[in-house]
């Protein structure tokens, strides 16, 4: 929620000492950064990052889900053969 005021250095949460000076130096520089526009080439640059690892995690799920069907598969496949065995035993 945005209020529209900011507390100083020092003021709010008491004296921040050493931690406070580099935690203000790291929300300045974020904010300095958030500000900044990115150029074409780097905007494209991290959507070809983004979209390859969006394809690498698509890939993954695959593999995993084709690992699981097959695992079900053997796992059916072994109960049915154990109810056809105890039915012939009967």
């Known amino acids: 929620m945005e209020t529209g005021r900011h507390p100083e250095p020092g003021e709010g949460w008491g ?3 050493e931690d406070g000076a580099r935690l203000q ?3 300045e520089l974020v904010r300095r ?5 990115l150029s ?9 990052r983004v ?3 969006l394809e690498r995690y698509e890939v993954q799920r695959r593999r995993r889900r084709a690992i699981l069907a097959a695992a079900s598969a053997v796992a059916l496949a072994g109960l ?11």
Not at 40 to 48: C, G, H, K, L, V
Not at 82 to 87: D, E
């Open 80 to 90: 049915a053969l154990t109810l056809v065995i105890r039915a012939r035993a009967d």
């Open 15 to 17: 004296e921040l000492g």
């Open 40 to 48: 074409p080439e780097r905007r494209d640059q991290i959507r070809a």
């Open 51 to 53: 979209l390859e690892r």
């Open 25 to 27: 130096s790291l929300l």
């Open 33 to 37: 950064e958030h500000l900044t526009e």
